[in-house]
């Protein structure tokens, strides 16, 4: 496939690369299936950045000439253009990239929906997703609740609920929160579409564009995402085996002055560091002293194998800095879609707002279901029942990873939540490593993904450990060092000498 380009006329290059590759696909040069290089390639080739050939792809996109998937790389999806070509009469396919917010998300931003879409791939071992094990559903538990529920009140169930969510729901979810040291009334509750709709939430209440908002580095890449989204300028701290390195993050929170510091204290997504109690106090030190809120994500804080619990940052704060957010979808089922969000009343009645204005109400059945499986007494022995079987998987997991002493992995054994956060030996490309894996049956996510500045992350992996079964634990590690003992055996000895006459010298 060549590619012409000026770099002197006034047609932005993206759109020469997108006219040339349309002109291809209809003269059918480029036929159905046809395989493009990959985005990082192309620009090499072409001597242009990334960023200008991930356009020119998605507005080919968006003409429904081309499609890509994790793994599978960028295909043409059209045939028989020749037909239309020669039709003098015939309306090109709207280009819908032109009408895009510039803000709403970069044009390679996919990876959350990628990772979803694969779990319905056969042959395909998923360590890539935060997906509970659904053979630990308690479906006959839900079968039997909604059962009694339907014949209680079944017009209840499907009839509107409070935007703020089914009151008895916040209620009992109030009393959850004692269990967690949290005094919270229903009324500084809010039940939501998923954690996430409440990262959504934040974004939207707090952020103008340029706000500067402060992370944990790595991090949950919906928060990025989220926090991105609203115009936020994402500003990351390194972290140690305590938690985020608060001797840094002074130093930023004087330089910034950011509206808030999010966080995931327990067991942190995607590295399952479990922050120190002393770190924890030194946090919120820090956040009375420059008067920054705290956004609290607890997802994994009750899946611990391991140790004594750590009281919650919402637990130690003795002045309402911080926000708290959890979600039903790690601990029972990922498909409901139920999360909350403790704050301070005013908070509440301003997500309210936008509550209204978005889906107007949490599903309504979920919230009965969930409230008679609070009320019941079920919760907490589905908790140390999966706590069990996870810890199990966990160790298999450690097991498979250690086998192979030679693959240059390394990594330290999480005391709860869902992933293992690898390091793999330096000089591997992601993309060579991914692709080698997809083509064994496995997926995994790469790190990048969970830093402000994608470029960073490069040599470090996330596993899930908590989906797959045992057998396919063992086998899909098997295969996972194998694609890294193949990539590593590949390692360009030049490979940093050769980027570094990339940069600019200074």
């Not at 956004?295 to 391991?306: F, K, Q, S, V, W």
């Not at 029972?332 to 009343?345: D, Y």
């Not at 979920?366 to 998987?393: N, P, V």
Request: glycine fraction near 6%; hydrophobic fraction near 35%; aromatic fraction near 10%.
């Amino acid at each position: 496939m060549r590619i012409s380009i000026n770099k002197t006329i006034s047609t932005p290059i993206y759109i020469q690369i997108k006219n040339e590759i349309r002109e291809m696909i209809y003269a059918g040069t480029l036929p159905k299936s046809f395989s493009l290089p990959s985005e990082r390639k192309l620009a090499e080739e072409l001597g242009v950045s990334r960023s200008t050939v991930i356009k020119a792809y998605e507005e080919l996109k968006t003409l429904g000439l081309l499609d890509s998937h994790m793994g599978k790389g960028t295909k043409v999806i059209i045939e028989n253009y020749n037909q239309l070509l020669n039709n003098e009469k015939h309306t090109l396919p709207l280009s819908w990239y032109q009408f895009f917010d510039s803000n709403i998300a970069p044009a390679n931003d996919h990876t959350i929906i990628d990772i979803i879409d694969m779990i319905e791939c056969k042959n395909t071992i998923y360590f890539s997703g935060g997906i509970a094990d659904p053979e630990l559903y308690p479906v006959d538990t839900i079968h039997r609740l909604q059962e009694n529920l339907y014949k209680k009140c079944g017009k209840d169930m499907l009839n509107y609920s409070a935007v703020e969510g089914y009151y008895p729901l916040r209620d009992s979810i109030s009393q959850l929160m004692k269990l967690r040291h949290i005094s919270s009334s229903p009324k500084e509750i809010m039940i939501l579409s998923g954690s996430m709709q409440g990262m959504d939430f934040i974004a939207r209440t707090f952020i103008t564009p340029r706000d500067v908002v402060i992370v944990e580095e790595p991090t949950f890449m919906g928060a990025l995402q989220s926090f991105k989204l609203a115009g936020a300028k994402v500003i990351g701290v390194p972290m140690d085996e305590e938690g985020i390195k608060t001797d840094i993050l002074e130093i930023l929170l004087n330089k910034y002055k950011p509206k808030f510091i999010y966080t995931i204290p327990t067991f942190q997504n995607p590295s399952g560091t479990l922050m120190s109690l002393e770190r924890r106090y030194k946090l919120l030190e820090l956040a009375y002293k420059y008067q920054v809120p705290i956004i609290e994500d607890d997802p994994y804080g009750e899946l611990r194998y391991e140790g004594n619990p750590i009281p919650s940052l919402k637990s130690l704060d003795q002045y309402g800095y911080v926000i708290y957010l959890s979600t039903f979808s790690k601990i029972l089922f990922s498909g409901m879609r139920v999360g909350w969000i403790v704050a301070p009343s005013p908070v509440i009645k301003k997500f309210s707002i936008i509550k209204q204005m978005t889906d107007l109400h949490t599903n309504v059945p979920s919230q009965y279901i969930l409230d008679s499986f609070l009320r019941e007494g079920l919760y907490e022995d589905h908790i140390k029942s999966i706590c069990r079987e996870y810890e199990h998987k966990r160790n298999v997991m450690v097991k498979a990873l250690k086998k192979k002493k030679n693959s240059g992995i390394s990594f330290e054994i999480p005391r709860g939540g869902y992933y293992i956060w690898c390091k793999i030996p330096d000089g591997i490309l992601q993309p060579q490593l991914l692709l080698k894996s997809s083509h064994k049956g496995i997926v995994y996510t790469p790190g990048n993904v969970f830093y402000p500045e994608e470029t960073d992350g490069n040599n470090y992996i996330r596993l899930n450990f908590t989906f797959e079964n045992t057998k396919n634990i063992c086998y899909g590690i098997d295969k996972l060092l194998e694609a890294v003992e193949e990539s590593a055996s590949e390692i360009d000895p030049l490979s940093d000498y050769k980027q570094s006459l990339k940069k600019p010298i200074v």
